[in-house]
C-alpha cells in the first residue's frame, strides 16, 4: 500500500512539470507573435515664422536698339532723278527724300488737261443751242458725263506722279543710303534706313530660372 502511493505521487509530479514548461513556452510564443511597438524619437528643430525680405536681383547684358526703325522702299518703279539726303541726315515726317522721273505722267497730266478744257467748251456750246433748239440736252449731259471722267484720271495720274515723290513716314535719321542718282529702282526697292533714335528698346533674353523672378511693370536699372 505505501509502494502504490508513491508511484502515484511521483507520476503528478511529473505532469505539473511539463505543465508549467508548456506554460512557459506558450507566453513566449505569444510574446514572440505579438512584438512590442517602439515609437521612434526623431529629433525637430522649431523655428518661429515671421515676414522676411529677399535680394532676387541678377545681372544680364542686353543689346539696345531704336524706337523706330524702317527701310524706306520705293512704291513704284523709275528712274531715279533727285537725291535729297545723305548718310546722317535728319529728316522730318512727310520730307521728300528722293524723286524718281515723272515726266510720262507729266505727258499724261497735260493731255487730260486738254480733254478737259475742251469738253468744257462743249457743254457751254451745247447748253445755249438748246435754247435755240440746235441741240438736244442729251448732248450736254454726255459732255458733262466726260468731263466728271476726265478728272477722275486725272486725280490718278496725281496720285502716280504724287507716289514718284519718296518720303520720310516720321521724324528720324537717314542711315545706309545705297542708291545714286540716276540708277533705275523698281517697286519694292530700298533706297535707305530711316532710325529715330529718340527712345531706345532694349532685348534681353532670359533663362528659365531668370524668367520667374521678373514680372510686367517691374523696375530694372540700365547701365551702358
Not at 544680364?60 to 523706330?68: E, L, Q, Y
Not at 466728271?148 to 495720274?157: D, G, H, I
Amino acid at each position: 500500500m505505501k509502494k502504490k502511493i508513491v508511484t502515484i505521487s511521483v507520476s503528478l509530479l511529473i505532469i505539473a512539470s511539463i505543465g508549467v514548461v508548456l506554460a512557459n513556452n506558450k507566453s513566449k510564443i505569444d510574446a514572440a507573435a505579438k512584438p512590442v511597438k517602439e515609437n521612434p524619437v526623431i529629433p525637430v528643430k522649431v523655428h518661429e515664422v515671421k515676414e522676411d525680405s529677399f535680394n532676387t536681383s541678377f545681372t544680364i547684358n542686353g543689346v539696345t536698339i531704336p524706337a523706330k526703325e524702317v527701310k524706306i522702299a520705293s512704291e513704284v518703279q523709275g528712274k531715279l532723278v533727285g537725291l535729297y539726303v545723305s548718310n546722317g541726315d535728319a529728316v522730318r515726317a512727310g520730307q521728300v527724300i528722293a524723286a524718281l522721273d515723272a515726266s510720262v505722267y507729266s505727258v499724261q497730266l497735260s493731255s487730260i488737261d486738254a480733254s478737259i478744257a475742251k469738253a468744257k467748251l462743249d457743254l457751254a456750246r451745247y447748253t445755249k443751242l438748246i435754247e435755240i433748239g440746235g441741240a438736244t440736252p442729251v448732248q450736254a449731259e454726255t459732255a458733262q458725263l466726260q468731263i466728271q471722267s476726265l478728272q477722275a484720271e486725272k486725280k490718278q495720274v496725281l496720285e502716280q506722279i504724287d507716289h514718284m515723290k519718296i518720303r520720310a513716314p516720321f521724324n528720324g535719321r537717314i542711315e545706309n543710303v545705297n542708291v545714286e542718282l540716276g540708277s533705275y529702282v523698281t517697286y519694292g526697292t530700298v533706297l535707305a534706313q530711316l532710325i529715330d533714335n529718340s527712345s531706345l528698346k532694349i532685348n534681353i533674353y532670359l533663362s528659365e530660372q531668370e524668367a520667374v523672378k521678373v514680372k510686367a511693370g517691374q523696375e530694372v536699372t540700365i547701365q551702358s
